[in-house]
C-alpha cells in the first residue's frame, strides 16, 4: 500500500512540474474570443445581405430571360409572317403583271380603234382631234365621256381599258403597302429581340459581379470563423491546463497531508481494496478518453474503472450495464473510497445506465468523462447520478 501510495505522490508531482504555472486570464483571453465571434457574426451579416442581393439579382435574371423569350418568340412570328407577305406581294406581282400584261392588250385594242376611226374620218371630225390629241390613250380615256357618238362595242373597249388600269394601280398600292408594313413590324420585332438579350446579359453581368461579391464575403466569413475556432480552442486548452494543474496540485498536497488513502478517504477508513482501485485511478490523471479503451494510454469510462477494480485483484466487465451489478448497491451517504458511481436513467434496460465514475472521497470522483476530455477529477453530483456500487 505504502509503495502505491509513494508511485501515486510521484505521479501527482511530475504532474505538477510539466504543467504551466497558472494564468490568472489564459491566453486568449475570454474577450479576444467574444471579439473573434462578434467579427464572424458581423461578416455573416454581409454575407446575408449578399445572398439577398444574389436571390434578387436571380430572380430579374430569370424575369428577364423570359421577357427575352417572349420577344425571341415575337420575332420568329414576324418572321414567319414577313415571310408569308413575300410570298403574298410575289402574288400580287404576279397578278398585276397579270392586269398590266390585260391593261397593255386593251390599250392596243383602243389604239387599233382609234386608228381605224381615224382613217374613216376627215380630219375636221371632233374624233381625229380628240385621237390625236396629247397624252394618247390615257387622254383620250379622261375624256370618255365625249365617246358617245361611238358604238356600243367601242364603248365596252374603252371601259375595260378603265377598269383593268384601276385594278392595277389598286393591287400594286395593297402589295407595297402589305410589304412595308410587315417590313416594319419584323424591323421592330428585331430591335426588340435585341434590347432583351441587351437587358439580359447585363443582368447575367449583374448577378455574376454579385455571385464573386459573395465568393468573397464567403471567404472572409470562413476566415473569421477559422480564427474563432483557433482562439476558443487555444483558450479552452489553455483553461484545460489550468484545471488538470490545479487538480493535480491538490492530490498532491493531499498526498502530502498524511497518505492519499487518508487525505481522501470519507469518515477516514483504513486503506482498503477501494483505495487501492482510487489511488490507481488517480495516477491515470490526464490521459485521453477514447471510445471503448481500456489502457494503458487512453480509457472510456467504463475502462478505467475495470482496470482500476483489476489493480485490488477484482475483476470486472468492460460495460456499465454489468458494472452496476457487480456488487451491492451503496446508499449515496456511506460512500467509500473506490465506490463506484453511475449515471443515466434506472429502467430494466441496462443500457440506460451511460456513465460510470469512481468515488475518491469528499463528494469528488476520478472518471473519463467524454471524446476530447481526459481522465480527470470532478464533482459526484450530477443530475443524472442513479446511485453506487461496491465490486466484489
Known sequence: MHTVKKR???????LVATCPPAAAEPAPSAGEVAEARAAVRHRAKALGAASVRLATAHTRL?????????KVEAYNGQLVRLEQAKARHAAATVRLKAAEAKVAETSAAVSMLAAQAYGGMDLSNPMVGLLSDEGGVPGYLHRAGMLASMGDEQGETLKLVRDTQKVAAVLRAQAQEAYAKQRDAFRQAEEAKAAARAAVDRQAREAKLIEADKRRLQSRVDAARSEAERLARQREEALERARLEREARMAARLAQRGGVADGWAAGGSSA?????????????LG????????????????GLTMRAWEQAGVRIDHWTGTQWTSGPHIPLDQLRRGDLLFFGKLTTNPGDIHHVGMYIGRGL??????????????SMWRRDLVGATRPR
Open 8 to 14: 501515486l505522490l510521484v505521479a501527482c508531482c511530475l
Open 62 to 70: 430569370e424575369t428577364l430571360a423570359a421577357e427575352a423569350g417572349q
Open 272 to 284: 482498503s481494496m477501494g483505495d487501492i482501485a482510487a489511488d490507481w485511478a488517480l495516477s491515470q
Open 287 to 302: 490521459k485521453p478518453y477514447v471510445w471503448a479503451a481500456a489502457g494503458p494510454s487512453s480509457y472510456d469510462c467504463s
Open 365 to 378: 470522483m476520478v472518471h473519463a468523462p467524454q471524446t476530447g476530455d481526459v481522465v480527470r477529477v470532478a
